[in-house]
């Protein structure tokens, strides 16, 4: 009967994961969306600041260039006052710049906080499919040590001493760092990109070198997609 519970739970925590991972390839694609919109607004609001300097820079040269006409000679004033038309068209246009890099620069508000959303979420995510993980991973651990006891029961205890350290040893195997390998090192960080573990050391060489591959599977990442793992 246990067994049976079990096998339901663990097939209930692998529906719930499938689900969380859909959440989060869902997020991720709305994320890099609002990214990459960020990217096209900070590129059109950089155009509009460039017209607008333009527009600025010429607005004062007509200015200029009306004043040196008026001085030099009245003879000239057909033309100061086409530089004064010229000066206030190019006020106005000005004008026009400006309130349409105003309207830029709210839609980027926006999106920014539609991308801060989407990140939130996306943590939010993760955080619970790590905690998922970890849940199912305890439950078959003490199923796993039960089945063991009831299958090793008849040895003596010699045999099950050290057929228990064997077991100890298999365990150690599974939560040390699979890159440096050291007797002490923990697997305690995560990979957000592809959900491989690491002991944080490595992980923090990899950024600080800025190599930032995934030591499995050479998947890039960011210093944002580390997660803290805690083995429990």
Known sequence: HEKVDFAYQRKKYEYNIDDLRKENTEAMVQLE??????????????????????????????????????????????????????????????????????????????????????????????????????????????????????????????????????????FERMVRCPVCKKAESRRDAALRVCGHTFCRECIERDVNSRRRKCPVCNEKFNQGDVLELYLS
């Open 33 to 170: 969306f609002a990214q990459t919109t960020l990217r096209q607004w900070a590129k059109l609001i950089q155009e509009l600041q460039h017209k607008v300097d333009i527009c600025e820079t010429d607005r004062r040269e007509a200015i200029d260039g009306r004043r040196e006409l008026q001085e030099q000679n009245q003879q000239n004033s057909k033309k100061a006052l086409q530089e004064e038309d010229r000066a206030t068209k190019l006020l106005q246009e000005k004008a026009s710049v400006a309130d349409e890099l105003k309207e830029v620069r709210a839609e980027l508000d926006k999106a920014r906080k539609i991308a801060k959303k989407l990140q939130d979420d996306l943590d939010f995510a993760m955080r619970r499919q790590t905690s998922s993980l970890s849940v199912m991973s305890r439950q078959q651990s003490t199923t796993d040590t039960s089945e063991w006891l009831k299958y090793n029961q008849h040895l003596s205890l010699d045999d099950k001493v050290r057929a228990l350290a064997d077991r100890l040893s298999d």
